[in-house]
């Protein structure tokens, strides 16, 4: 079993930014890859990042390269998403997940575990 906790969503107006993270505990020293979901009112769940086990591969939705970073700190167990030249559109609940893949895939049905979510506003 792994649990995550994720955290660091708020409210930030246009342009702003934030970084959000997603504490990871219980099984952690298996190969976990782990990616960052996010849902707004309405709308499906959407994937945005994703983070091989090793950190060597990243991959992004197309709507947030260059604005978005997704890291990883092997020793904190932590999973960073970066936010920056954040839009009203990116306004969502986000979730991290995690799956025993070595690396990272935009399918969320592949992921096992998940957040709880952090609620992300983006004021225009």
């Known amino acids: 079993q792994v649990q995550l906790v994720d955290s660091g969503g708020g409210l930030v107006q246009a342009g702003g930014s934030l970084r959000l993270s997603c504490a990871a505990s219980?099984?952690?020293?298996?190969?976990?890859?782990m990616g960052w979901f996010r849902q707004a009112p309405g709308k499906e769940r959407e994937f945005v990042a994703a983070i091989s086990w090793s950190g060597g591969s990243t991959y992004y939705v197309e709507s947030v390269k260059g604005r978005f970073t997704i890291s990883r700190d092997g020793a904190k167990n932590t999973v960073y998403l970066q936010m920056n030249s954040l839009k009203p559109e990116d306004t969502a609940v986000y979730y991290c997940?995690?799956?025993?893949?070595?690396?990272?895939?935009?399918?969320?049905?592949?992921?096992?575990?998940w957040g709880q979510g952090t609620q992300v506003t983006v004021s225009s």
């Open positions: 997940a995690a799956t025993p893949r070595i690396t990272g895939t935009r399918e969320g049905r592949l992921y096992d575990y």
């Open positions: 219980g099984r952690t020293s298996s190969r976990y890859a």
